[in-house]
């Protein structure tokens, strides 16, 4: 039987409506509506192409990359695709997910745009927008530098006001104060918002952001006292290489006053700092956004290493031949489907999660629009939570599948080494993972320790205002379909939850100096933060998953004992083998296009070896038979060893 048929005979089997569950999916009709009509356009349009990317230099990639962008940004103006012809509208947003190359233009409109809407005030706004808009002008998001990322408060770049002038001098006064990192800035941005320490009068003030110009909007050169370029090659091929991040640093650049973006706080014309009855971690705005982004696009990238692996997974067969029949297919193995199945649920979980977070996100801003500032840090504390649990399993996911397609899904053609090294790096930009769980922690620690002073727990921390409950909690599961019961599953996972971070509280309270504690029990605070994450985002098949692989905390925290442990690994398997004649119909429901998915073990047909070894010839080593540099060095040797054997 050839692939083809293997995938036609697994469509059969699905026991649901695929064509509803896209819809789900998508979100509604209407999303689907669209991303189905997108995806055929950049699958049919040329400039899109990508399987030639493997093969490509730094600088071919490059300007590949900017090729599509100005096609991209072409098409979005003459299909009309959205009425202000800004990328911020969902058909632009969805096209460019589907060109599916990392480009400057996803900082200039996820994060610089973002940034002057959210922290410029009302005339910053209505100057610089409209042309960010057009693209008149092309922005960054110069934060991170040299030598911090992580700690914004040790940032070292200054911005010196001059009250004779009424203007900033932007400065960098150590080597490792040179902004490093910010996508776009290397060869494209002429402009970019600079995070940088507020001097007045000798006084420091902290981080703000600042508009400034770096290049000349005529021949592109970086204005004067401005040295910029691009930062190297990245990990993997081409990859994350499409992107120009960059290296800036400022020798006195001087800038109008009204460059500061000033709804958080001002600086006069005097020189007097005003700061807004606003809180100050409003600077650190857009970060919050982009990491809610980055929660949403989680289950894109794990939908599509699952989608790969799944199909491949039904179309390879290894072993099992009686009478010379058919071998069986690797995702009739409990273990391949232990393995690849709750990353599939994973997928899903974290589809709906990202819906949740855009839900919550949109909540905060009307609140802060309105000026209660009261979900802030619940908002911060989700956010920050959700980016690390769902980018950390997310990457880990991404290399599962590679390891499930066996040796074909190191090749490029299977399309996911490159998705995980394009990927791979959402660990650690928009805050490094484990950074942002501690800032979970801090927020749990506190939570439990504002319970004896009466201060009721709300949002994703609710559940521990049952806390007295919750300790005595010991799960009443007696056989296996116990666990199937939501309430049950939730019920387990609140306990363990509640239980790491009273745990934690407790320990800390040892400590004399409570910032030395938080350094000292720092593992045990990521473990607490990790299990309010997986709470937030538990459901059915990934929550039993979850349950196994933690087992021990489970047990520990005596929320569970081995024997039920052991039930709930038992409900796992039998839930595994009703996922098994879905699964190949579960990710058909992604709607994914070949050109999307960019990758030969993936594709719809299930045509994979035929394609595979056409693929192989097309590589530039086969252009010619003998290889370049035969004749300089393996003819030499095949010679010497000739001579060797005469003597
Ligand atoms: C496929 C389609 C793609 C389409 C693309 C288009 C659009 C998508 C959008 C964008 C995506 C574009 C590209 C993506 C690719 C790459 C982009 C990468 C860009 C970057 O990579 S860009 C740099 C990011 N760089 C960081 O991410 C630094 C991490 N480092 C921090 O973020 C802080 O530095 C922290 C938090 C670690 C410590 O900060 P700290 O030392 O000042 O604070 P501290 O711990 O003392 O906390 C004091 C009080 O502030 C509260 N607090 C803190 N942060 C808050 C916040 N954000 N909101 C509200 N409250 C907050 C605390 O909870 C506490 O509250 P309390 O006092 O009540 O306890
Ligand atoms: C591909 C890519 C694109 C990027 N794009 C941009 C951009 O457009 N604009 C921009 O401004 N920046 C950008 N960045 C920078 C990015 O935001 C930072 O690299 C990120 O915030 C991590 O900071 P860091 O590099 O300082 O890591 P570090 O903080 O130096 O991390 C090193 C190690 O130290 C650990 N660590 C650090 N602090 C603590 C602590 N308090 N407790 C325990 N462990 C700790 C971390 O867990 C990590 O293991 C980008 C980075 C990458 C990789």
């Given at each position: 039987m050839e692939g083809v048929d293997h995938l036609a005979f697994e469509r059969n089997k699905a026991q649901f409506d695929v064509d509803e569950m896209k819809i789900v999916w998508a979100g509604s009709r209407e999303d689907f509506e669209l991303?189905?009509?997108?995806?055929?356009?950049?699958?049919?349009?040329?400039?899109?192409?990508?399987?030639?990317?493997?093969?490509?230099?730094?600088?071919?990639?490059?300007?590949?990359?900017?090729?599509?962008?100005?096609?991209?940004?072409?098409?979005?103006?003459?299909?009309?695709?959205?009425?202000?012809?800004?990328?911020?509208?969902?058909?632009?947003?969805?096209?460019?997910?589907?060109?599916?190359?990392?480009?400057?233009?996803?900082?200039?409109?996820?994060?610089?745009?973002?940034?002057?809407?959210?922290?410029?005030?009302?005339?910053?706004?209505?100057?610089?927008?409209?042309?960010?808009?057009?693209?008149?002008?092309?922005?960054?998001y110069a934060q991170t530098e040299l030598g911090h990322g992580s700690n914004v408060q040790g940032l070292e770049t200054t911005a010196t006001f001059d009250p004779k002038t009424d203007e900033f001098v932007i400065h960098s006064p150590t080597l490792t104060s040179s902004k490093w990192w910010p996508g776009g800035l290397g060869k494209v941005s002429t402009h970019a918002v600079v995070y940088a320490r507020l001097i007045i009068d000798g006084q420091d003030y902290g981080v703000h952001g600042f508009i400034v110009q770096l290049r000349s909007l005529d021949d592109h050169l970086p204005l004067p006292g401005i040295t910029i370029g691009d930062i190297g090659m990245k990990f993997g091929n081409a990859a994350y290489n499409t992107m120009d991040n960059g290296v800036l640093t400022f020798d006195h650049v001087r800038i109008p006053r009204n460059q500061m973006l000033m709804r958080v706080s001002q600086v006069t014309r005097e020189g007097k700092y005003v700061h807004s009855n606003v809180p100050r971690q409003l600077v650190y705005g857009t970060m919050v956004y982009v990491r809610q982004k980055i929660v949403a696009d989680a289950s894109v990238a794990l939908s599509r290493a699952v989608c790969i692996a799944t199909r491949y997974s039904a179309v390879r067969r290894q072993f099992g031949s009686h009478n010379g029949g058919l071998e069986t297919q690797v995702i009739d193995y409990k273990t391949q489907q232990s393995r690849l199945f709750p990353l599939l649920a994973s997928a899903y979980a974290f589809r709906f999660v990202g819906e949740w977070l855009l839900w919550l996100y949109t909540d905060v801003t009307e609140r802060l629009k309105a000026k209660d500032f009261s979900t802030l840090p619940e908002a911060h504390a989700c956010t920050a939570g959700l980016k690390s649990l769902t980018t950390?399993?997310?990457?880990?996911?991404?290399?599962?599948?590679?390891?499930?397609?066996?040796?074909?899904?190191?090749?490029?053609?299977?399309?996911?080494?490159?998705?995980?090294?394009?990927?791979?790096?959402?660990?650690?930009?928009?805050?490094?993972?484990?950074?942002?769980?501690?800032?979970?922690?801090?927020?749990?620690?506190?939570?439990?320790?504002?319970?004896?002073?009466?201060?009721?727990?709300?949002?994703?921390?609710?559940?521990?205002?049952?806390?007295?409950?919750?300790?005595?909690?010991?799960?009443?599961?007696?056989?296996?379909?116990?666990?199937?019961?939501?309430?049950?599953?939730?019920?387990?996972?609140?306990?363990?939850?509640?239980?790491?971070?009273?745990?934690?509280?407790?320990?800390?309270?040892?400590?004399?100096?409570?910032?030395?504690?938080?350094?000292?029990?720092?593992?045990?605070?990521?473990?607490?933060?990790?299990?309010?994450?997986?709470?937030?985002?538990?459901?059915?098949?990934?929550?039993?998953?979850?349950?196994?692989?933690?087992?021990?905390?489970?047990?520990?925290?005596?929320?569970?004992?081995?024997?039920?442990?052991?039930?709930?690994?038992?409900?796992?398997?039998?839930?595994?083998?009703?996922?098994?004649?879905?699964?190949?119909?579960?990710?058909?429901?992604?709607?994914?296009?070949?050109?999307?998915?960019?990758?030969i073990l993936g594709r719809y047909d299930g045509n994979v070896y035929p394609k595979l070894y056409e693929e192989a010839w097309k590589d530039p080593l086969n252009d010619s038979i003998v290889p370049d540099g035969f004749k300089e060095y393996i003819q030499p040797l095949l010679k010497q060893q000739l001579r060797n054997a005469r003597l």
């Open positions: 991303s189905d009509r997108i995806s055929r356009l950049v699958a049919s349009d040329p400039v899109f192409r990508k399987d030639d990317r493997a093969a490509l230099g730094r600088k071919e990639l490059f300007k590949n990359t900017l090729r599509k962008a100005a096609h991209a940004w072409k098409r979005v103006i003459e299909l009309r695709l959205s009425g202000e012809f800004s990328a911020l509208e969902p058909e632009a947003y969805k096209l460019r997910a589907f060109v599916d190359q990392p480009a400057f233009t996803d900082l200039h409109w996820g994060m610089f745009v973002p940034a002057i809407q959210g922290q410029g005030t009302d005339e910053q706004q209505q100057k610089w927008l409209p042309l960010a808009y057009r693209m008149q002008i092309i922005g960054c950390t399993a997310t990457a880990d996911g991404i290399e599962e599948c590679r390891k499930l397609c066996g040796g074909h899904g190191y090749l490029c053609s299977s399309g996911l080494p490159e998705l995980f090294a394009v990927y791979v790096p959402a660990c650690t930009y928009e805050g490094d993972n484990i950074v942002l769980l501690l800032q979970v922690a801090r927020h749990l620690v506190k939570t439990v320790s504002q319970l004896s002073t009466g201060n009721k727990p709300v949002g994703t921390t609710a559940y521990m205002a049952r806390l007295e409950q919750l300790l005595q909690y010991h799960s009443d599961v007696k056989k296996a379909e116990d666990w199937l019961k939501p309430n049950v599953v939730l019920e387990a996972f609140e306990a363990r939850a509640a239980r790491m971070c009273v745990a934690c509280a407790q320990n800390l309270s040892k400590f004399s100096n409570p910032e030395e504690g938080f350094q000292e029990l720092a593992a045990d605070l990521v473990e607490a933060a990790v299990a309010h994450c997986q709470l937030i985002v538990v459901s059915n098949v990934y929550a039993l998953s979850l349950l196994h692989k933690h087992l021990g905390d489970f047990i520990s925290t005596g929320c569970i004992d081995p024997k039920q442990g052991s039930l709930a690994n038992e409900q796992l398997r039998n839930l595994y083998s009703q996922v098994r004649p879905n699964a190949v119909a579960l990710v058909d429901a992604y709607n994914y296009t070949d050109h999307y998915l960019g990758s």
